[in-house]
């Protein structure tokens, strides 16, 4: 019985010595990822930076890994930065993003020397400026701009859509102004340059080169308009992953090939400068080095569907329920046996929409069979609540034929210690 292996150890030793539901993360995937889009992210024109989306997947395991192979990072709030500051990263490599930043939170990333704060809104500008001002630190700023491109993608991660809440939308020229203006008077906050970003899971290139070539329109007219030269341009990320059989994504090291070529050809068009490209991957770089493995418990025919019950679900795996993404999955210790039966699989968590795969075929399955459920890697914990009580499960990094739990299982205590009794 040949049994699946995840960074070199069996899914069966994993489950035995960790328990399940659990996230597990091939390490050595991790790190090909990260080299692949920091090998390929890189142009003679002007300098390059990859910030990975910590959304994505965020632990202090992680961000020491990445930090090692030279990445930065994207944050959206005051507790993915605490996280980073904890794990010792180059807080000067951050970009602090976020509609709707408290004042605690601005207070907090200045005060860690975040490098980049990514403005949402008007508002915010000025909140930045005069908090910056009061406790005497200089720092820098990228505005989000909506660049109004419409991805290939899900309905509900597609960022750029006119009346997006996210950023200031590339033809409200008067809210960019304000903007440009008031930072230009600043005597603490800089403005670098500009962000986009167009929506998530995209497989096609030309999405992203529109972007680009809008966004460097758009550079070419603040250079007429307000003299502001040699800025830096922020992608995004939103680079698409394998998911089912029938995904075809481009090779993340790929799409930063084409991407900084791409914009060293529109600015050579356009004849303006960059002083840096940054790209901003979340989703391409854990995505598919996570797996998810369950323990297969009853089994119920109830109409038409054979269901495999799992001791998880959409509690750390809400991503079927909230965007009908599917999902592909084997049994870890007869996944090379032919997959004769369909099945539903379903979680345990009080909600009928707690379906993880609705129509999978996999060989016949057992109580106690290993479920290795592919890519979630993404995603997947960054989203998990402990809905009924259920806790988060355990995080396991494994690599080289050894495994070691980076973040913890919740345990009944630990979701009643935050109660006053
Ligand atoms: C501003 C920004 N940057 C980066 C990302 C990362 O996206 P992904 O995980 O799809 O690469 C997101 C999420 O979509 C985002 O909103
Ligand atoms: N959470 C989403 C993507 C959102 C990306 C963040 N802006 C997903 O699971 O696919």
Not at 79 to 94: H, N, P, Q
Not at 201 to 206: G, H, T, V, Y
Not at 323 to 333: F, H, I, T
């Amino acid at each position: 019985m040949e049994t699946l292996q995840i960074g070199g150890v069996s899914a069966r030793q994993l489950a035995d010595n960790f328990g399940t539901p659990l996230y597990v993360y091939d390490e050595d995937k991790i790190i090909a990822q990260a080299k692949d889009a920091m090998e390929n992210f890189s142009s003679d024109m002007f300098k390059t930076e990859v910030a990975y989306a910590s959304k994505a997947f965020s632990s202090i395991a992680l961000f020491k890994l990445l930090a090692a192979q030279g990445l930065g990072f994207d944050a959206v709030s005051g507790g993915e930065l605490y996280g980073m500051s904890r794990a010792g990263v180059d807080m000067s490599k951050v970009y602090f993003h976020g509609n709707n930043k408290s004042n605690k939170e601005i207070e907090e990333a200045l005060e860690l020397g975040v490098g980049y704060f990514v403005i949402d809104n008007v508002m915010e500008c000025r909140r930045l400026i005069e908090i910056a001002m009061e406790k005497h630190i200089q720092t820098k700023a990228l505005l989000r701009v909506n660049p109004g491109i419409s991805a290939h993608t899900h309905e509900y991660i597609m960022t750029a859509k006119p009346d997006s809440k996210f950023g200031i939308f590339i033809d409200d020229t008067e809210h960019i102004g304000q903007v440009i203006e008031l930072l230009a008077e600043s005597s603490h906050v800089r403005l670098a340059g500009f962000h986009s970003h167009i929506g998530s899971q995209i497989m096609d290139a030309r999405s992203f080169e529109k972007a680009i070539d809008t966004m460097t329109y758009f550079l070419a007219y603040v250079q007429r308009e307000y003299g502001m030269e040699q800025t830096e341009l922020s992608i995004g990320g939103g680079f698409g992953i394998k998911y089912l059989e029938e995904d075809q994504p481009i090779s993340l090291g790929q799409m930063c090939k084409t991407m900084v070529k791409y914009t060293e050809r529109c600015i050579q068009e356009k004849d303006i400068s960059i002083s840096k490209l940054i790209t901003e991957p979340g989703r391409a770089m854990v995505g598919e080095a996570g797996y998810t493995l369950y323990t297969i418990g009853d089994r119920k025919r109830s109409g038409t569907k054979d269901y495999l019950f799992v001791d998880g679900g959409m509690s750390d795996n809400i991503r079927p329920a909230l965007y009908d993404a599917g999902y592909r999955a084997v049994l870890a210790e007869k996944y090379k046996e032919p997959a004769w039966h369909t099945y539903c699989i379903a979680g345990k968590n009080c909600e009928s929409g707690d379906v993880l795969i609705d129509t999978i075929k996999l060989p016949e399955a057992k109580s106690g069979d290993l479920l290795a459920v592919y890519s979630t890697g993404a995603y997947g914990y960054s989203m998990a609540s402990n809905y009924n009580r259920l806790g988060r499960p355990a995080v396991v990094f494994a690599g080289h034929g050894k495994a070691r739990v980076v973040i913890r299982r919740e345990s009944y205590a630990d979701q009643y210690d935050l109660e006053i009794e």
